[in-house]
């Protein structure tokens, strides 16, 4: 489990990006803690918020490398959805 700072970091992150783009998340809010939990414990791991739905065949730390799956991840970007 993250630790609590880090969990607070990524819930003010997602808040402040929901507000400035106007997108929404997930009508179930134990969706957006999950997803805020991941986002965290990757901020842990590789110092990154990368999307905690993805596998990383290649590993997380070597995809952290590129900005292609940190939160935003590409997917949001184009369909401005998220969990």
Known sequence: MPEQKTLDKMQNFVDKF?????TFGYPDAKITEILVEGLAMNVEEVGRPMCPCQFFPEGKAEAAKSSEWACPCW??????YCH
């Open 75 to 80: 997917e949001f970007q184009t369909w401005k």
């Open 18 to 22: 929901r507000a400035k783009t106007g």
